[in-house]
């Protein structure tokens, strides 16, 4: 009798302490609950977190500003190049003809100008000449009116023959013929002085368009050498040797990984919270969630859906309120060397402390 009721005291006791383990455990939950319900009504943390950021960089789109197939290949993938290193040399020969013919004309131009400069030479030392002449021509005219006016007198008062007033009277009129001669090939002389002139302006402009033409065959020969535009790690080769590419063909992508940086896409509803500024903490996925010390510089104008090739719609009566994105950029604060191992559009996951 004495073993049955030892028995239903501990049967009791441990029935009791299981009720009070469940009602603690109820408790405990009761209290988790309502703090979470809390929480939905109140932001408590001291974080704005999100995983959808990636991590950026500049890249280099290096595009073709010539057509020509594809001569040497002097880059690999994922090598580093330098600005100015030779990537790609295309087939010449055609743009080198082109340049001779371009070096030909503009001899051609500057033989024609050169010819017009001694033409201009020739004539200007020819008006020069009737220049002197006609001065000579004054002169005599000059005399011969003297000698008429002086025999004309003689000849009224009867002191010379009427064959000698004749002469001197031909004398004047030839001497007036050939200053009135003179006088018109001056004017002649004049008129190709300043003919040849213009013609020499419009030889210039021609040799000018020729010197321009030669340094555009040239340029468009050194586009057939592709270098480097920057320092940095050169993308996938698709290329091979003998390919045609055409004007404006990317060919190659640099990465310039001298410059890195995140772009965190935030719910709209985060935004208010972060400030320009802001420490953040930066895990890298690709790492094994290695951390690295970041700061908030800035916030995209609009949201990410503004910026794709097709925005959506809501004037159709079909809307449905999404939550939007707002990327933001973040700035980290290790060196160059330490983030080594970090490459462009590797997922991250940032927190964004208040």
Request: aromatic share 8%.
């Amino acid at each position: 009798m004495s073993e049955e009721i030892d028995n239903k005291e501990a049967f009791q006791k441990a029935d009791k302490k299981r009720n009070t383990i469940l009602t603690i455990l109820s408790f405990v939950f009761l209290l988790a609950g309502g703090i979470w319900i809390v929480s939905l009504f109140f932001d408590f943390s001291r974080y704005e977190s999100t995983n959808n950021a990636q991590v950026d960089a500049y890249m280099n789109s290096i595009a073709a500003r010539a057509s020509g197939y594809i001569k040497e290949i002097k880059f690999e993938a994922n090598q580093f190049v330098h600005q100015g290193d030779t990537l790609v040399i295309l087939n010449d020969e055609e743009y080198a003809i082109k340049m001779q013919q371009a070096e030909a004309d503009l001899e051609i131009a500057k033989g024609n100008l050169h010819s017009l400069e001694q033409n201009i030479t020739t004539s200007v030392s020819k008006e020069a000449a009737v220049q002197a002449r006609l001065s000579g021509e004054n002169a005599d005219l000059d005399k011969a009116k003297k000698d008429f006016e002086r025999f004309r007198k003689m000849f009224a008062d009867s002191a010379v023959t009427q064959n000698q007033y004749d002469q001197v009277l031909s004398r004047k009129k030839s001497a007036e013929a050939n200053l009135n001669a003179a006088k018109n090939e001056l004017l002649a002389s004049g008129s190709l002085t300043k003919q040849s002139q213009t013609n020499i302006e419009a030889a210039k402009a021609t040799v000018a368009r020729k010197m321009a033409d030669l340094a555009a065959a040239k340029l468009q020969l050194s586009y057939t050498v592709i270098v480097a535009p920057v320092n940095g790690f050169m993308g996938e080769r698709n290329l091979s040797i003998g390919e045609l590419i055409n004007t404006n063909q990317v060919i190659a992508t640099i990465v310039l990984n001298q410059k890195i940086w995140v772009t965190a896409n935030f719910k709209e509803t985060q935004i208010g919270k972060i400030k320009v500024g802001q420490p953040v903490t930066i895990a890298v996925d690709a790492l094994g969630d290695k951390e690295f010390e970041g700061k908030v510089i800035g916030f995209s104008p609009a949201t990410g859906a503004k910026f794709s090739m097709v925005q959506p719609d809501n004037s159709t009566g079909n809307f449905v309120k999404i939550t939007q994105r707002i990327p933001v950029k973040i700035e980290f604060k290790a060196s160059a060397k330490e983030l080594e191992l970090v490459k462009p559009g590797m997922n991250v996951t940032v927190e964004v402390k208040k």
